[in-house]
């Protein structure tokens, strides 16, 4: 029971760091294409993208592959955690958007030839590099919260300062 707690607080917490990176980055993207008359509805997207993100982050986190670099100095932990979770993203997101023109053509040859004309690789670079963005700004508050003591990094913003 307690480590199930311990779970869910933890995807909790990083459901909501990821909610607010990934809703800052959309809000940013509708307010872009507003100016082009492109309407985005974003909610239902930040929060699944959230809890994906999170989930994800908190399983490969227990894998010992994504902590290769432990012993070393800190930015290359969070270098290297930062390029696996962005190669990750990469991955799923072609295979995310192969998957929508399979739907569309039914065969998977038409389904590449749609993917190539249709899709803007500008704009899909854009996202994932924002999206590397928030892993990256998630592992320096990680190494971070390692360095202070678990649970000081979030007392460091959250707590209000003693008075001496």
């Given amino acids: 029971m307690q480590s199930l707690k311990r779970e869910l607080k933890k995807v909790g917490s990083l459901s909501l760091f990821f909610f607010v990176g990934y809703g800052y980055i959309l809000i940013l993207m509708k307010l872009f294409l507003k100016e082009f008359s492109v ?18 982050v908190a399983i490969m986190d227990i894998t010992p592959w994504l902590n290769r670099f432990s012993q070393s100095a800190r930015y290359l932990q969070v270098l290297y955690k930062t390029a696996i979770y962005t190669f990750a993203v990469f991955v799923l997101s072609l295979l995310e958007n192969l998957f929508h023109a399979y739907h569309e053509t039914k065969a998977l040859a038409p389904a590449l030839t749609l993917f ?43 707590k209000p300062p003693e008075s001496n």
């Fill in 39 to 56: 309407d985005v509805s974003i909610f239902a997207k930040v929060v699944v993208y959230a809890l994906i993100s999170a989930k994800s």
């Fill in 116 to 158: 190539l004309e249709t899709r803007s690789f500008n704009r899909f670079l854009a996202i994932l590099l924002c999206v590397s963005t928030i892993f990256l700004i998630h592992n320096i508050f990680q190494e971070f919260d390692q360095y202070l003591g678990k649970g000081n990094l979030s007392k460091f913003f959250f």
